[in-house]
């Protein structure tokens, strides 16, 4: 009898250890730690940099403008050309002038051959009151004849001067050097001159410097005057700030200038005040009326702690970085965002020097989760790998 209730007790024990046996063999393996790379924070001195956007203008920039009018006869320039101070750009018909100056002229012999029979009246009229052989009256008249011939010779040569100077406005020369516009008015065409509402030919920018404008807000603006007081930071109406410039292609800000002006007065509408920057153009590739990035320095040089741009990671209006703590544990700091330097960005916060921010593997590392640590060799962190 007890063997009959053996056999049945030793078989289900054989099948209760076959199956535990399998289960344990279909259970998967534990996972293995998420193998993530850091890097330890950088503190070196650096200046922060202040950013705007900037508009390109022209040092000088003139209407060019007959100061006679008349029959425009040639144009003697290419649309867009370099021109240089003096060339000539436009001739006006000159015979009307050359008439005017030639009367001019013969009006002046005639006014100084009075003036020559004038005065020989006066001096003879003064030898015979010597004699007294002419009352003094006549004498003092001869006098007043010479004095007013005198003074139609003056006039009549300034009549010239303004005749002369008029044909010479009969050929309108660059008044500066730099790259002109087309012309606005064709040849044939009757013009008007001397004026500021006279005939609009051209006009011509300057190129070589040029003027970057920009715009700064009231808080930075204070911002850089209580700096200045504090000593931390030069005043830009001095011409000291050096200013970084590049356009909407570059990469960074490879022209160097400085401040040379900063507006007086707050605009009202804007709240901002101008500033002006001024750059070389020795190549002519800045062109008035371009956008351009401006950056400039925001406060002193100053010591700041400093981590890569990619293990930043901000969600909404939190910002933060992820690190490797006690035991190889995922954990979040929360950081203040300050200016960027090339590949890295400034935080606020006073980080230790070991402190090991995780730059690659970050959608591995959960925060309180145990991760794999290696720290970021320099060649892979020159390709600058995310994960």
Known sequence: MKSQFLIPTLIILGLASCQDKDESAQAP??????????????????????????????????????????LLESINFTDGQLVKEGDLLFTIDKEPFEAELAAAKADLAQAETERDLAKSNYERGQALLKRNAIAKEDVEVREGDFAGA????????????????????????????????????????????????????????????????????????????????????????????????????????????????VNNTFDPATATMRARAIFDNDDGFLTPGMFAR??????????????????????????????VGENDVVEVVPVTLGPLQGDMRVVEEDLPADTRVIVSGLTSAFPGTTVNPQPLQEKEAESSPSE
């Open 29 to 70: 393996p534990a996972r293995p730690p998420a193998l993530v790379k850091f890097v330890h924070p950088v503190q070196k001195e650096i200046v922060a940099w202040d950013e705007y956007t900037g508009r390109i203008e022209a040092v000088r920039e003139v209407e060019v403008r007959s100061r006679v009018g008349g």
């Open 150 to 261: 005198e003074a139609r010779v003056l006039s009549q040569r300034a009549r010239v001067r303004i005749a002369q100077l008029n044909l010479n406005y009969t050929e309108v020369r660059a008044p500066i050097t730099g790259r002109i516009a087309d012309r606005f008015v064709s040849a044939g065409n009757l013009i008007s001159g001397g004026s500021a509402q006279s005939t609009l030919l051209t006009s011509i920018v300057s190129v070589d410097p040029i003027y970057c404008r920009i715009e700064a807000d009231e808080a930075s603006v204070l911002k850089y005057m209580r700096l200045n007081q504090q000593g931390k930071r030069e005043s830009a109406r001095e011409g000291g700030v050096e200013v970084e410039m590049g356009l909407g292609d570059d990469e960074g800000y490879p022209r160097r200038g400085r401040i040379d002006f």
């Open 294 to 323: 401006v950056r400039l320095p925001g406060r002193g040089e100053f010591r700041a702690t400093l981590v890569p741009e990619i293990a930043i990671q901000t969600q909404q209006s939190f910002t933060s970085i992820l690190t």
